[in-house]
Structure formats: C-alpha cells, structure tokens
C-alpha cells in the first residue's frame, strides 16, 4: 500500500539557519504530495503541494520539488525564524487508491531557537 | 470565508462512556473527512463523505464508532463505548470535491479526547 517516510524529529537549529526535512514515498500510482504544517495549538494547514513529477510547491519561504525519480518531495527553507517551530507533516494522495484521502507521515517537529 | 468548525475543543470520559464530535465544514465543500492523529503519529482517514454518501470507511472501527453527514452539512463522529486506545485529536477536514485527489484538505482544529 501507499506509504510516506519522513525524517524523525527533533529538528532543534538556530534562527536563520537552513532547514531540510527529508520525505519519501512509496505509491501504486501517481500521487500529489503535500506539507502540511501543524502550529503548537492548532490545526493543520496546507504548506505547499506538487501534483505533477518536477513540480516545485513553494509558499512563506519554503520549497519542495517532486522527484519521481527518487519518489521524493523533501521540504527546503533557506533562512528559518522562531516562529517556523511546529510539526511539519508530509502526505500523498494517490489517484488510484482512494477518492483523495491523504496518506501521513509520522511527522517531523522542528524547533528554531533565537 | 470561514474555516472548518469543529466541537467540543477537548472531551475527557471514562472507558466504556459514550461520546460525539461535530464538525461543519467550509460552505459548499462536497467533501468531508475525519481522521483520528494518535500523539507522535500523523492523521489517519476514519471515514469520508461525498456529499451526504460515504465513499471511504474502511479503516473506520465500526463496532464502535459510527458517523453521519445530514443533508451532505454537517457531521458527527460517535464513539460507543470508548476504549483506552480511542485517546486521540479528531480531525474534520473538507475540500471542495471536483478533483479529489489534487484538491486541498482544510482542517478544523481538531477535538482533544482523553479516555480514562
């Protein structure tokens, strides 16, 4: 079945430092891959989403590329602030397997410093 | 626009105890779900509703929990009897429905229940 791995947190690093958060899937077909944010108190908000091979999602500083040849979309962001500390959450939804549901990764917490 | 609504915000009960979740969704949004997101791990779909019709309750508990959308509106999530386990955030989201797999998933802010 559908499945997406993303790097374990703690991600602890300083105000303006680069932030990289690997993800990784696995699918029957081809599906559209999202980062969702979760902020400490709230919901899950839509980050960024690719729906297409080499498609870049790209929103307040951070960027992802969907790579099919590495079934990967890992989330890039160059310079981070305190208030980017909150668990990132990478998801697919496969086409061919469900009528849009999204399929999680565990998540990864990132924690920025001053 | 408003967003997904959902209550109560936090629901503690015993074992055995019974309890439901509301959500309303975004204004003409064809498509609602609810996950369950047990702490350290991401959302997982219970169940989904296109319009007032599930489409997807596959991995929903059905011995226990039981769900409805009214008039393809609103939606409650029941859970009967609550289980240890069940201590999760419930998650509503909707999403317009036109291309499910692309659409984005709004999410409400989730009800916090703790079983004791």
């Known amino acids: 079945g559908d499945s997406v791995t993303q790097m374990e947190g703690p991600v602890t690093l300083s105000e303006e430092a680069f932030l990289t958060i690997n993800c990784t899937y696995t699918?029957?077909?081809?599906?559209?891959l999202f980062w969702y944010v979760q902020y400490p108190g709230e919901g899950l908000q839509l980050l960024l989403k690719?729906?297409?091979?080499?498609d870049k999602g790209s929103n307040k500083g951070f960027e992802a590329t969907y790579r099919k040849e590495t079934t990967s979309f890992h989330l890039e962001k160059g310079s981070v602030q305190v208030s980017d500390s909150a668990v990132y959450f990478c998801?697919?939804?496969?086409?061919?397997?469900?009528?849009?549901?999204?399929?999680f990764g565990a998540g990864t917490q990132v924690v920025v410093t001053p | 626009e408003a967003g997904v609504a959902q209550s109560p915000r936090y629901k503690i009960i015993e074992k055995r105890q019974s309890v439901a979740f509301w959500c309303n969704p975004i204004?003409?949004?064809?498509?609602l779900y609810w996950y369950q997101q047990i702490l350290g791990q991401g959302p997982k779909l219970l169940i989904q509703?296109?319009?007032?019709?599930?489409?997807?309750d596959s991995q929903l508990p059905k011995d226990r929990f039981s769900a409805e959308r009214l008039k393809g509106v609103d939606s409650t999530l029941k859970i009967q009897p609550a289980k240890l386990e069940d201590s999760a955030v419930y998650l509503c989201?909707?999403?317009?429905?036109?291309?499910?797999?692309?659409?984005?998933?709004?999410f409400g802010p989730g009800t916090r229940l703790t079983v004791l």
């Open positions: 998801a697919l939804s496969d086409p061919t397997d469900s009528w849009g549901k999204l399929q």
């Open positions: 989201a909707s999403s317009l429905g036109r291309q499910t797999s692309t659409d984005t998933q709004y």
């Open positions: 699918a029957t077909g081809y599906p559209s």
């Open positions: 204004s003409g949004h064809a498509t």
């Open positions: 690719a729906t297409k091979a080499d």
């Open positions: 509703f296109q319009n007032n019709g599930v489409v997807d």
